[in-house]
């Protein structure tokens, strides 16, 4: 079997979220490849209305597995209040949730890092979610990062004063305002609660999965033309957002690729700065912002709206 992909192929918000719900009766696996909180992937039944952010969108199916690959950044606090929220549902199924121990966890002074950069921007800001993702990332490719697996690890609370420390040590050197203690607490408190979950070594439980004859679909979060690489750089996310990412960030192959659906919208949206060359900044901009509903489902912000753009959806 192949594992296919699901890609944004605007600036987000394209509806990917509805679209792997109404794929999932398809699939075995749904898997969830890079990105974080940062994303918000909405679903809707009847009159709630319910915003996945860490989590795949296919846990509303019993009978699918949903895996939080390797290449994800997972704050605790926020999984825990995630977790929660859709307990009122009956779908839910905690069992059916995995999460790979090799995931990148957000501490909170990786939040308090996210405000002071931007902060330090001014009028150059990227409009960060300021949840922590890039300097997270960031971390991760210096090699002092935390992940899930840490939990487990007798010194854990060692590793993390450690890295905080290291955190507060930068911190110092920027003129920005932060209160640790309430954040620090609903993170080991978040802590404690995935403690409760299945953490697997992923990229092996995925590729069995494909031994077996079971599909499975990657779930790509934020949209391509705010890929680290090939997006309007600097105004990008912190992560690949195209399809070789499922390879890095699940750990299958890349002759595992099946097929690659791309999501696009009939107009275009942005959330936070950058280049958008078919902006509307007029009354039909907002009849489009109105109609849409287009309000940011992690940040709230109102999204930028306007005509397609051919020429970015083409590449």
């Not at 969830?32 to 969108?57: C, E």
């Not at 890095?248 to 999501?263: M, P, Q």
Request: charged residues 25%; aromatic residues 10%.
């Amino acid at each position: 079997m192949s594992v296919d992909v699901l890609l944004g192929l605007q600036w987000g918000d394209e509806g990917k979220g509805k679209i792997v719900d109404y794929l999932t009766p398809k699939y075995n696996v749904i898997a969830r490849f890079q990105g974080g909180p940062n994303a918000g992937h909405t679903l809707k039944f009847g009159d709630t209305k319910h915003v996945l952010h860490q989590i795949p969108s296919g846990i509303f199916h019993k009978g699918a597995e949903n895996v939080i690959g390797n290449g994800v950044v997972l704050d605790p606090a926020i999984f825990k209040k995630e977790i929660l929220a859709l307990e009122q549902f009956e779908n839910y199924d905690k069992n059916s949730l995995l999460i790979s121990k090799k995931v990148q966890l957000i501490l909170p002074t990786h939040r308090i890092l996210d405000g002071a950069y931007e902060n330090a921007k001014g009028d150059k800001k990227i409009g960060s979610t300021l949840k922590g993702i890039g300097p997270t990332y960031e971390d991760k490719i210096s090699r002092v990062g935390l992940r899930a697996g840490d939990i487990l690890s007798p010194d854990f609370d060692a590793k993390y004063k450690a890295l905080k420390q290291r955190h507060l040590d930068i911190l110092s050197r920027y003129d920005f305002q932060f209160e640790l203690e309430e954040l620090e607490t609903a993170f080991m408190e978040g802590v404690e609660f995935l403690k409760t979950f299945q953490l697997i070594d992923s990229e092996y439980h995925l590729n069995k999965k494909l031994a077996d004859g079971q599909s499975i679909l990657a779930e790509g979060a934020q949209g391509s033309l705010l890929d680290i690489d090939f997006g309007s750089y600097p105004f990008v996310t912190s992560s690949n957002t195209t399809t070789a990412a499922a390879c890095t960030g699940l750990g299958v192959a890349v002759n595992k690729i099946g097929d690659v659906f791309g999501v696009f919208k009939a107009y275009c949206t942005r959330v936070g700065s950058g280049p958008f060359p078919t902006e509307l900044h007029d009354e039909t901009g907002e009849l489009l912002r109105k109609n849409g509903g287009e309000f940011g489902a992690t940040t709230g912000r109102p999204r930028r709206c306007g005509w397609l753009d051919l020429p970015a959806l083409k590449y």
